[in-house]
């Protein structure tokens, strides 16, 4: 009952807020292929990379401080360019080794590495920023920007395989992590907006360098995949406005 009593203060506290500083609220829903740079390839090899694709989907609550009644003080003209973004995604990948063991079949460990197959799943919370190129207060139909952030993701990895792992693999050597991982990555990347009434399409593109190099599960013992696991994401999506509702209610 406490804990429900301070939920309670902290929403109350939150309305009256919003209701003074008039922040623009948006929701957002957005999907789109997504594709990783892990140790099941080499690095710099974008074959690797676009080989070990997968898909996402996310959902994002948007404030904009435009409005708001400390944008003279506070804000100044930041607040004309910028709107915060928190957001909920999900995305799955799948894995086959596509690297130089693989291309060459001479390889005494072609079947080995051939045989592996593997899945990431990531459950990620970020804190993002939406800075824009043009004033919002313009209120152009197109609108280009930058995107900026840190996330914190929890990544499911699986490994199978029908033959023994390759000698960069073995499990005595540590270099298997099945594990759940949690970590947090850097976001960063551009998309534009496109206005519609009370609607926006919206088109983005977003590079993930995670502070790992377990994000697959695996932890080669090899030159060529020391680098930490890389997430590219491709997005489509709809952000609502709920400006006009919001204002209603108070």
């Known amino acids: 009952m406490k804990a429900l009593k301070i939920i309670i203060c902290i929403l109350v506290i939150s309305v009256k807020i919003n209701a003074q500083t008039v922040i623009n609220s948006e929701i957002g829903v957005y999907l789109g292929p997504t594709f990783m740079q892990t140790d099941y390839g080499e690095a710099h090899n974008f074959k690797s990379s676009t080989n070990n694709g997968g898909f996402g989907y996310g959902i994002a609550y948007v404030a904009a401080f435009s409005n708001s009644k400390y944008n003279s003080i506070v ?3 930041i607040s004309k360019h910028l709107k915060e973004r928190f957001e909920f995604s999900f ?4 894995f086959e080794y596509d690297g130089a063991p693989v291309n060459n ?3 005494p460990e072609y079947e080995n590495y ?3 197959k593997g899945e990431t799943k990531l459950y990620n919370f970020g804190l993002l920023s939406e800075i824009y190129f043009l004033s919002l207060e313009h209120h152009s139909k197109f609108q280009p920007y930058f995107i900026t952030g840190m996330s914190y993701t929890s990544a499911t990895p699986s ?3 029908t033959k023994p792992l390759p000698n960069a693999f073995l499990p005595e050597s540590d270099n298997v992590f099945l594990e759940k991982q949690n970590v947090f990555s850097f976001t960063s990347g551009l998309g534009f907006r496109y206005k519609l009434n009370n609607i ?3 088109l983005e593109s977003r590079y993930n360098p995670f502070f790992s190099d ?3 599960g695996l932890d080669a013992n090899v030159d060529a995949d020391k680098n ?6 491709f997005n489509i999506g709809i952000v609502f406005h709920l400006d006009k509702k919001y204002r209603k209610l108070y």
């Open 75 to 77: 804000f100044s003209t």
């Open 91 to 94: 995305s799955k990948t799948r």
């Open 105 to 107: 079949l001479s390889s």
């Open 114 to 116: 051939k045989a592996m």
């Open 159 to 161: 490994l199978k395989t």
């Open 200 to 202: 926006d399409f919206l």
């Open 214 to 216: 377990r994000i697959e």
């Open 228 to 233: 930490n696991d890389t997430q590219v994401i």
